[in-house]
């Protein structure tokens, strides 16, 4: 048994003294005693007060950190008072440095606290466990998660925009729900993946179906990013006296997206565009648009269908307007493929890395 005691003595005279001690184990004496004796070998000395080891002076060189930080956290009989030195705290700090950029981490910013060193990172990197658990064991380091490196995080948004197009003039009728094809499969392998299906939608049905374009963006949370397919185009109005008036404005899809982390899930705003110009008999153009905006949930690696624009198209559009033959997107986009109107459905799929 060990604890505090006290002894109370009746002497002849009828007065009485009181005396406290404090009984230790022979067992906690001994690893009190033990761990004191092995810190001398590194020139750290302490005090023994009852069953506690009281150590006042300065850590100052790292093979002394290397041996006191784990007791600590082991012995709880341990009470360190002192200091862990800069210099000592500076060369354990450029170590974790050096291990994250070996390992291509950049994101890191460490400071003492007492004789702990703590550190912040990404979230990313904190699920790194493979790589963080042999700088804990080694160092003995804390790491936390900071949101002010949360908020400089690149993340990778790769984006894939498919169009389909029906030849026989009639409006498309289908969406990617009806289609036996995964969007990864679509992500991965665009156009060619449709082609593929074995889906009566579309083997019953003339389709053109192509990749407009795929896209890999670097996105930060609460930073705005635009992706623009098209190109801007001189437009000409007639003036009142019969004069032409040229303009340049942009015609094609144009895409915002905001990205924003809410909890442990990430949530993209986004509002497309699709201007485009449009010819009139007297050889005016003018531009004409439609635009929506909408958000979504969406978890890392895992593909979601962004969003889909219908319009339809028109092969005289192309002869009105020998602009949309000189840039390849622009005609993509807004020339039939037929000599007849004909509808489009513009479906983007995107996925979080």
Same mark, same amino acid.
């Given at each position: ?16 003294k009181t005396f406290e001690f404090y009984v230790l184990s022979k067992s906690g004496q001994f690893k009190v005693l033990e761990a004191l004796n092995n810190l001398r070998h590194f020139d750290i000395n302490?005090? *023994? ?7 006042? &002076? ?27 030195k800069d210099q000592v705290a500076k060369k354990i700090i450029a170590e974790i440095h050096h291990h994250f950029f070996q390992n291509y981490y950049d994101d890191i910013r460490c400071q003492k606290n007492? *004789? ?12 790194? *466990? ?74 019953? +049905? ?8 795929? &896209?890999?963006?670097?996105?930060? +949370?609460?930073?705005? +990013? ?20 040229? &303009? ?64 339809? +198209? ?40």
């Amino acid at each position: 048994m060990q604890g505090h005691s006290i002894v109370t003595l009746w002497l002849n005279s009828g007065n009485k003294k009181t005396f406290e001690f404090y009984v230790l184990s022979k067992s906690g004496q001994f690893k009190v005693l033990e761990a004191l004796n092995n810190l001398r070998h590194f020139d750290i000395n302490g005090e *023994i007060k009852g069953d506690k080891l009281i150590i006042t &002076q300065d850590i100052t060189t790292l093979d002394q950190y290397l041996v006191l930080r784990p007791l600590l956290s082991k012995n709880k009989s341990i009470i360190f008072k002192g200091e862990l030195k800069d210099q000592v705290a500076k060369k354990i700090i450029a170590e974790i440095h050096h291990h994250f950029f070996q390992n291509y981490y950049d994101d890191i910013r460490c400071q003492k606290n007492k *004789i702990d060193i703590h550190c912040f990172t990404n979230e990313e990197i904190l699920k790194d *466990i493979k790589f963080l658990k042999p700088l804990q064991n080694k160092l003995m380091v804390k790491f936390f998660l900071s949101q002010r490196f949360e908020n400089i995080l690149n993340h990778k948004l790769e984006m894939r925009i498919i169009q389909i197009e029906r030849m026989d003039g009639k409006e498309i009728n289908f969406g990617l729900d009806q289609v036996d094809v995964g969007l990864a499969d679509l992500l991965d392998e665009g156009a060619s993946a449709l082609a593929k299906s074995q889906s009566i939608v579309l083997r019953d +049905t003339d389709y053109n179906v192509s990749t407009l374009a795929t &896209q890999k963006i670097l996105l930060r +949370t609460s930073n705005k +990013t635009t992706v623009q397919m098209g190109s801007d185009i001189p437009f000409t109005t007639t003036t009142n006296n019969n004069g032409n008036n040229t &303009q340049w404005r942009f015609a094609g899809l144009k895409i915002e997206i905001l990205l924003e982390k809410i909890n442990n899930r990430y949530k993209v705003k986004y509002a497309t565009k699709l201007t485009r110009p449009m010819g009139q008999m007297n050889g005016d153009t003018y531009i004409n648009g439609s635009a929506q905006e909408s958000s979504f949930l969406i978890e890392k690696g895992i593909p979601i269908q962004m969003f889909e624009i219908d319009l339809t +198209t028109d092969d005289n559009a192309g002869r009105r307007l020998p602009i949309l033959g000189q840039v390849p997107i622009l005609g993509k986009l807004f020339s039939s493929s037929t000599k007849f109107k004909t509808y489009k459905r513009i479906i983007a799929i995107a996925k979080l890395k």
